[in-house]
Structures are given as C-alpha cells and as structure tokens.
C-alpha cells in the first residue's frame, strides 16, 4: 500500500514545492492559488460527474490532496450524479443516515486531460489577475513620486526603455527620455510616476524623465530643509535635458531657501546635475512681489526696473543693462521661456539704452 501512495504523494509533494516557488518569485500568496486550485477542481467535478459538490482537503504542510465528491444519502437514486443509496453510502461510512451526504474520495488522475486543462486555465487566470492587482497596487503606491528602476532593455528601433521598478515592469518612451543621455542595460535611473491607468493589457504606469516634478522630487529626496517643509518649492519650469529653473521659499528667517537647495560647495544641487546628465539649474528665492519675483526668475542675468502691465494681464516690461541683454534673453530664448514658465508672466526684455542694436 505504501509503494501505491509514494507516486501521489510525491506528485503532491511537487505541486507544493511550485506553488512556493510562486509565492516566493511573484508574491502570490499559497492561499489565493489554493483557492482558486479548489474552484478549478469544483469546475471540473461538474463536468465530468455532472456534480459540483465536492470537498477538496489540501494541507501543504503535510502534502495532503484529497478530493471527495459529495452525494445526498436517499431512499430512491433518481440522479446518480448528486445521490446515492443508503447501503452504499454505509459502505463508505457506518454511520451514514437518509438525508445525510456520503464523502466520495476521487482519483485526481481520473479527471482526465480537459479537467487538468481547465485547472491549469484557470490557476493561470488567477495568477494573472493577481500580478495584475499587485502591480496596480505598487504603481499606486507610487504615483506621483520619484523611483529608481533598473534597466532591462532597449529597444533598438524605438529606444523605448524596459525598467524593473519593485516587482512591476514599466517602458520608458524615447519622447520621455532627457536628449542625449547615454544608458545601458544594468543601470539604474530614476523616474517620476506621471500616472497610472488600467488598461486592457493591465496596469500601466506612465513614467518620464522630462518632468518638471521630477527635479521637484528630486530635491524634495535631497534637501532636509525642504523634506521638513522648512522650505518650500513654489514652481518648477524645465526644459528636460538643458536647463530648469526653480523657485523656493524659506518658512524660517534663519534658513536661506536658496542657499539650503545649493548645499555646502554645491553638493546638493550638484548630485542632481549629475542624474541629470549636466543639466543646468538655476534656483531662485520665490516672492509674492510679481516684480521681485520675476527679476529672480531671469536669473543669471541682472535687472533693473520690472514694469508691470496696468491692464491686469500679467505682463510685464523688463529693463535689463545693455550687456546683459544676451544673458537675459539666453540661447533662443530659453532663459526668458522658462522666466515666463515660472512665474507665469509673460515678459518682454529691452536694455536698458533703449537700442537693441544687433540683438533687434
């Protein structure tokens, strides 16, 4: 009897050993796939022996699997499937009674190839249900943050980005990648969490390194003084991969906001250039005066007199020295762009002559 039993047990014995595995390398509880094992095997009972009545006993612990199919103890059979006799019942147990069930233990084997097969779906089913709410969940966890993820792979025609970010995959897009930064697989870059979305696919998580938040996170990781709301990043304006501006303001007299985001011979500011890939970053102190702040906001450049609008739209004439005019306006404008960007005015730049000379 022992050498009958040593086969199933030992098959039993490697269902387990694989459904540990799979806790274990996806984090899929032993129990949600034990569970759905049952529903499978339920399903198949029905289509085989047209009975959907059975007790399924698994113990992993000891390696037990046992399936009974349940029939009602009666008088008179009339579905064989779902009933059975008294005396055949008593067979299986003395102390069966009418109107009691009778515990039928089954063969696994015989359920045969479709019922192996539908187990099989439907296990498979599960497994993909439950990565797909276990990645929904990480993404969630970490929406709208910055995340480190490992590069897996490029692709050669697109350039899309495969990255390892926990447990969960996401694809970084070329248009969302800073221009000409050099990866390779096996590097880890971070990334801000723009979105997540549940697609057809599953879980989706929208990932960029073109963000402005991601040089907000970024700092936000960085600094202590602006972690503990010391001091505060008011606005963020960028051009990925060249240059950002950024607008900080201290919640404590003591604490220069500026000076707290450059850190000690810019250390602070300078680990974030280097992520960055050498992208530029000029941090100015935010103030409620529109002119203060816009005068900071074209930073390096120097300025003389912000005239603001007297219409109410938020425009503004802004009079820079004549040789600062290049600085003001910078490489196509840039300076001037991410100026308007952050402060949210539109600003008109002339020297302080009068005459643009060459610059007109």
């Not at 030992?10 to 390398?25: R, T, V």
């Not at 569970?35 to 000891?62: F, H, L, R």
């Not at 897996?152 to 926990?166: F, H, Q, V």
């Not at 970053?281 to 906001?297: H, L, R, W």
Request: net charge negative; proline share 4%; glycine share 8%.
């Amino acid at each position: 009897m022992a050498r009958k039993k040593e086969p199933e047990k030992q098959g039993n014995e490697e269902l387990f050993i694989a459904l540990g595995l799979l806790e274990k390398e996806k984090g899929i509880p032993v129990e949600f796939m034990l569970d759905k094992i049952k529903k499978a095997i339920a399903t198949a009972c029905k289509n085989n022996y047209g009975n959907e009545d059975v007790d399924i006993d698994i113990d992993p612990a000891v390696g037990k699997f046992d399936v009974y199919l349940k029939k009602e103890i009666k008088e008179e059979v009339e579905h064989p499937d779902k009933e059975i006799l008294l005396e055949k019942a008593k067979e299986l147990d003395p102390l069966a009674e009418i109107g009691g069930f009778a515990r039928m233990k089954l063969d696994t084997k015989q359920f045969g190839r479709v019922a192996a097969q539908t187990a099989r779906n439907i296990i498979r089913q599960g497994i993909r249900d439950s990565e797909r709410g276990q990645m929904m969940q990480e993404f969630q966890s970490k929406h709208q943050e910055l995340v480190s993820g490992l590069i897996e792979r490029i692709d050669p025609k697109t350039g899309a980005i495969s990255l390892k970010i926990g447990k969960a995959e996401a694809v970084l897009p070329r248009n969302e990648q800073i221009g000409g930064e050099s990866v390779r697989e096996g590097d880890y870059i971070k990334v801000y969490v723009v979105d997540v979305r549940e697609t057809e696919k599953g879980p989706k998580a929208i990932i960029s390194r073109t963000h402005p938040d991601l040089v907000k996170r970024m700092f936000e990781t960085e600094v202590p003084e602006i972690y503990d709301g010391t001091v505060e990043i008011k606005a963020v304006s960028r051009e990925a991969g060249s240059r950002t501006k950024l607008a900080v303001l201290s919640h404590n007299a003591d604490v220069d906001a500026v000076g707290a985001c450059i850190g000690a011979r810019g250390t602070r500011v300078s680990e974030i250039v280097e992520e960055l890939g050498g992208e530029k970053i000029d941090i100015v102190e935010y103030s409620e005066d529109p002119k203060a702040f816009i005068a900071a906001a074209l930073s390096p450049a120097n300025v003389v007199s912000v005239e603001i609008a007297e219409d109410g739209v938020r425009a503004c004439k802004v009079t820079v020295p004549d040789n600062q005019l290049s600085l003001a306006i910078g490489n196509k404008g840039q300076n001037a762009r991410l100026a308007a960007k952050l402060t949210g005015w539109k600003i008109d730049i002339k020297p302080e002559s009068g005459f643009y000379g060459e610059e007109s």
